[in-house]
């Protein structure tokens, strides 16, 4: 019985071939691949299809959530909680009540950024298959990894290693569980 | 003779950001080796005593003062304002370069300021925290801060919402809160390279812990890019408008020659001149002793040399201005 693997890794010199190597197994029928490197490559979000990003939408609801919760708060405490009479002021001053609002809105939303950027991402993450493979210390440093997942349907073992053998990668590997 | 091909090709291209022959690589190399290297160099110790130094000298003054209150600050002057807010406009002003070149500089898509946004971000960071000092300190009894939040209590008030101090606390932590959630966002990748390049448990473990495993694969890359892109739209306009919100600590009362609607820009300049030239001060030491020229570039130092003189010249026009009104509109 064989033993299950997590995927196939390749790896490359330069961001163009990851790009190339991303495009050329999307068009063999691949669906199930991602690609590992040290910086953002644009290119390589439409190579592999990705989704948008639901990012926005999620800052932008924390946005307004946190709008109206500062406004709300404010005229819950100074008209409807803590009632004070300054000078003859208006218990609703609404003028005063901007700044906070707008602290709110932007601190709602760079927090909605960043715990959605986590959970988008799927961190806080420690253990993951890919960091089995010993040379993908360097997808951090300054090589390109393309890793094509046992879970597609089109995967098998041998028939995916030689197809990535003949993307002229550095090196190709299989990725343990 | 030169080949006049060969004399052109000698100078570096002029929109070259970094030195040249760096590769991906020598670049990873040189910038995680200044925080793994095992030597910690003189200048690190010599600087760290300078600022121990600096910090024996701020606790013994907060000592003094808890113990004969903010009398000894000289107060009492009814027109001239207190030590304690020239110290948080001069601390959070030298915080603002760090998101101005985080935020702005990245929607304005300058390149060039990849090279020294993490570490100015960082002395974001400390500047703000220095700057919270002071606010805390002025309230006599700083161990009752949390007062000033509108919380639950059972002594059944609550602060007043039409306060500048009370604009002040809500500006300043949420500034805090986003600088210090940019820097991390911005770091989160640098920290896996940390990870993957240490060769001890102990340090691997650390930044692994703090990179949450990130792997910089091209999701996560994508997500990374647009919430970049977000938090600088977000931190854009709050860094001017904390510092705006400093500014109406003085302007909404009706003190003469305080009342004026010019402050807010003048104090927003201001900001900007000091905290870039407090990158300046901390980027000209580093990159000797680190021996970064080749990352910070001479054309680093002009182009923020660049900015402190726009900045500055901001800055001059505000003086002249503050004059001019206070002498036009007889509110002196």
Same mark, same amino acid.
């Given at each position: %019985?064989? /033993?299950?693997?997590?995927?196939?890794?390749?790896?490359?010199?330069?961001?163009?071939?990851?790009?190339?190597?991303?495009?050329?197994?999307?068009? /063999?029928?691949?669906?199930?691949?991602?690609?590992?490197?040290?910086?953002?490559?644009?290119?390589?979000?439409?190579?592999?299809?990705?989704?948008?990003?639901? =990012?926005?939408?999620?800052?932008?609801?924390?946005?307004?959530?946190?709008?109206?919760?500062?406004?709300?708060?404010?005229?819950?405490?100074?008209?409807?909680?803590?009632?004070?009479?300054?000078?003859?002021?208006?218990?609703?001053?609404?003028?005063?009540?901007?700044?906070?609002?707008?602290? %709110?809105?932007? =601190?709602?939303?760079?927090?909605?950024?960043?715990?959605?950027? =986590?959970?988008?991402?799927?961190?806080? %993450?420690?253990?993951?298959?890919?960091?089995?493979?010993?040379?993908?210390?360097?997808?951090?440093?300054?090589?390109?990894?393309?890793?094509?997942?046992?879970?597609?349907?089109?995967?098998?073992? /041998?028939?995916?290693?030689?197809?990535?053998?003949?993307?002229?990668?550095?090196?190709?590997?299989?990725?343990?569980? | 003779?030169?080949?006049?091909?060969?004399?052109?090709?000698? +100078?570096?291209? &002029?929109?070259?950001?970094?030195? #040249?022959?760096?590769?991906? *690589?020598?670049? @990873?190399?040189?910038?995680?080796?200044?925080?793994?290297? &095992?030597?910690?160099?003189?200048?690190?110790?010599?600087?760290?005593?300078?600022?121990?130094?600096?910090?024996?000298?701020?606790?013994?003054?907060?000592?003094?003062?808890?113990? &004969?209150?903010?009398?000894?600050?000289?107060?009492?002057?009814?027109?001239?304002?207190?030590?304690?807010?020239?110290?948080?406009?001069?601390?959070?002003?030298?915080?603002?370069?760090? #998101?101005?070149?985080?935020?702005?500089?990245?929607?304005?898509?300058?390149?060039?300021?990849?090279?020294?946004?993490?570490?100015?971000?960082?002395? @974001?960071?400390?500047?703000?925290?220095?700057?919270?000092?002071?606010?805390?300190?002025?309230? *006599?009894?700083?161990?009752?801060?949390?007062?000033?939040?509108?919380?639950?209590?059972?002594?059944?008030?609550?602060?007043? $919402?039409?306060?500048?101090?009370?604009?002040?606390?809500?500006?300043?932590?949420?500034?805090?809160?986003?600088?210090?959630?940019?820097?991390?966002?911005?770091?989160?990748?640098?920290?896996?390279?940390?990870?993957?390049?240490?060769?001890?448990?102990?340090?691997?473990?650390?930044?692994?812990?703090?990179?949450?495993?990130?792997?910089?694969?091209?999701?996560?890359?994508?997500?990374?890019?647009?919430?970049?892109?977000?938090?600088?739209?977000?931190? @854009?306009?709050?860094?001017?408008?904390?510092?705006?919100?400093?500014? $109406?600590?003085?302007?909404?009362?009706?003190?003469?020659?305080?009342?004026? #609607?010019?402050?807010?820009?003048?104090?927003?300049?201001?900001?900007?001149?000091?905290?870039?030239?407090?990158?300046?001060?901390?980027?000209?030491?580093?990159?000797?002793?680190?021996?970064?020229? *080749?990352?910070? #570039?001479?054309?680093?130092?002009?182009?923020?040399? &660049?900015?402190?003189?726009?900045?500055?010249?901001?800055?001059?026009?505000?003086?002249?201005? +503050?004059?001019?009104?206070?002498?036009?509109?007889?509110?002196?």
């Amino acid at each position: %019985m064989t /033993k299950t693997i997590y995927g196939m890794m390749a790896e490359f010199d330069t961001p163009g071939a990851l790009v190339n190597a991303a495009r050329e197994a999307r068009a /063999k029928g691949y669906r199930k691949l991602d690609a590992y490197s040290p910086f953002p490559i644009e290119e390589l979000s439409e190579a592999l299809h990705l989704h948008k990003s639901r =990012l926005p939408l999620i800052v932008l609801i924390g946005g307004i959530l946190g709008g109206l919760t500062g406004y709300l708060m404010q005229y819950y405490v100074t008209v409807l909680y803590f009632p004070i009479n300054v000078a003859g002021r208006p218990l609703h001053s609404w003028p005063a009540y901007i700044i906070i609002t707008f602290e %709110m809105t932007i =601190l709602f939303a760079a927090l909605s950024a960043v715990f959605g950027l =986590l959970a988008l991402c799927g961190l806080p %993450m420690p253990y993951h298959p890919v960091f089995n493979v010993p040379r993908f210390a360097l997808a951090s440093r300054n090589r390109f990894f393309l890793c094509i997942e046992a879970t597609d349907p089109l995967f098998d073992r /041998k028939a995916t290693s030689d197809f990535l053998g003949t993307l002229e990668p550095r090196e190709v590997s299989e990725v343990a569980h | 003779m030169p080949d006049e091909q060969d004399l052109l090709q000698a +100078e570096p291209p &002029k929109r070259e950001i970094i030195g #040249t022959g760096y590769t991906f *690589g020598t670049v @990873t190399d040189q910038i995680a080796s200044v925080v793994l290297t &095992k030597r910690t160099p003189l200048f690190w110790f010599a600087s760290f005593a300078v600022g121990f130094g600096l910090l024996l000298v701020f606790l013994w003054s907060v000592v003094l003062l808890l113990a &004969k209150g903010v009398g000894i600050w000289g107060i009492r002057m009814p027109v001239a304002w207190g030590f304690a807010i020239t110290n948080f406009v001069w601390w959070i002003g030298i915080g603002h370069a760090g #998101t101005l070149i985080s935020a702005i500089l990245l929607l304005l898509n300058q390149q060039w300021r990849n090279s020294i946004n993490r570490f100015a971000e960082a002395m @974001t960071l400390f500047a703000v925290a220095s700057a919270g000092m002071f606010p805390l300190l002025h309230l *006599g009894r700083p161990w009752l801060f949390y007062w000033l939040f509108p919380y639950p209590n059972s002594m059944a008030v609550q602060p007043n $919402f039409r306060s500048p101090l009370v604009w002040d606390v809500f500006a300043v932590s949420t500034y805090a809160t986003v600088s210090l959630l940019f820097w991390f966002v911005g770091l989160l990748p640098d920290l896996a390279t940390l990870r993957d390049r240490s060769t001890h448990r102990l340090p691997r473990f650390l930044y692994g812990i703090l990179a949450m495993g990130w792997r910089g694969s091209a999701r996560h890359w994508a997500s990374h890019e647009v919430a970049s892109l977000l938090l600088a739209g977000l931190a @854009t306009p709050l860094v001017l408008s904390v510092h705006t919100v400093v500014s $109406f600590d003085f302007t909404i009362a009706i003190v003469p020659g305080w009342h004026s #609607t010019f402050f807010p820009p003048y104090f927003v300049a201001g900001a900007i001149y000091s905290g870039f030239a407090m990158v300046l001060v901390l980027a000209i030491p580093l990159r000797k002793v680190y021996g970064l020229e *080749g990352l910070i #570039t001479l054309r680093h130092l002009q182009n923020s040399a &660049k900015v402190l003189l726009a900045t500055g010249l901001i800055v001059a026009y505000s003086y002249v201005m +503050e004059q001019f009104m206070a002498w036009y509109g007889g509110n002196t």
